[in-house]
Antibody
Framework: QVQLQESGPGLVKPSQTLSLTCTVSGGSISSGSYYWSWIRQPAGKGLEWIGRIYISGSTNYNPSLKSRVTISVDTSKNQFSLKLSSVTAADTAVYYC???????????WGQGTLVTVSS | QSVLTQPPSASGTPGQRVTISCSGSSSNIGSNYVYWYQQLPGTAPKLLIYRNNQRPSGVPDRFSGSKSGTSASLAISGLRSEDEADYYCAAWDDSLSGPNYVFGTGTKVTVL
């Protein structure tokens, strides 16, 4: 059973780049069955899709974040990553990595990791 | 900001049926599948419904989804205390910038 786990700094300074990694276990990230995604949720607010990557390297990003987001995959480590540049306090949120099966849209999520943007 | 609109709250007594609406547009719900998620306090969202009305393995049949035009609904029948949670609809939006997965504004369900 595929499981996902986020990791990365919990505190990032304004104007810097937020970097998170999602480690996939129990299955191969190269299987081709899933899209690998990032989603975030500010405290007390709703969910916001950040973007996704397919094993081919093809990506799609939320238009509102596209200029600042890069999602990449490292098949040798069975991981995919998120980079969000020029962060502000508005980027403070719980960040989830998630999998979406290409045929059904189903798939497991990570437990989430809180990232705070503050000096 | 969310492009799918949900009522902020819904409530019912144990055993009742509660329905949550999700309103979108032709570029999202009107042309793509709808998904529903349940988020218990302090936990990651859990997929309840996919492809408008399909339940993943393990999701009770008390939960059902439907779609008509540019709107969708989630129904919870036989409401139970453990159903108290936030519920979000979601759908792919065919924006000019490429596919964008949009979530609803969220509905907090309270079991009275």
């Amino acid at each position: 059973q595929v499981q996902l786990q986020e990791s990365g700094p919990g505190l990032v300074k304004p104007s810097q780049t937020l970097s998170l990694t999602c480690t996939v276990s129990g299955g191969s990230i190269s299987s081709g069955s899933y899209y690998w995604s990032w989603i975030r949720q500010p405290a007390g607010k709703g969910l916001e899709w950040i973007g996704r990557i397919y094993i081919s390297g093809s990506t799609n990003y939320n238009p509102s974040l596209k200029s600042r987001v890069t999602i990449s995959v490292d098949t040798s480590k069975n991981q995919f990553s998120l980079k969000l540049s020029s962060v502000t306090a508005a980027d403070t949120a719980v960040y989830y990595c998630a999998s979406f099966m290409s045929t059904t849209g189903t798939g497991p999520w990570g437990q989430g990791t809180l990232v705070t943007v503050s000096s | 900001q969310s492009v799918l609109t949900q009522p902020p709250s819904a409530s019912g007594t144990p055993g009742q049926r509660v329905t949550i609406s999700c309103s979108g547009s032709s570029s999202n719900i009107g042309s793509n599948y709808v998904y529903w998620y349940q988020q218990l306090p302090g936990t990651a969202p859990k997929l309840l419904i996919y492809r408008n009305n399909q339940r993943p393995s393990g999701v009770p049949d008390r939960f059902s989804g439907s779609k008509s035009g540019t709107s969708a609904s989630l129904a919870i029948s036989g409401l139970r205390s453990e159903d108290e949670a936030d519920y979000y609809c979601a759908a792919w939006d065919d924006s000019l910038s490429g596919p964008n997965y949009v979530f609803g504004t969220g509905t907090k369900v309270t079991v009275l």
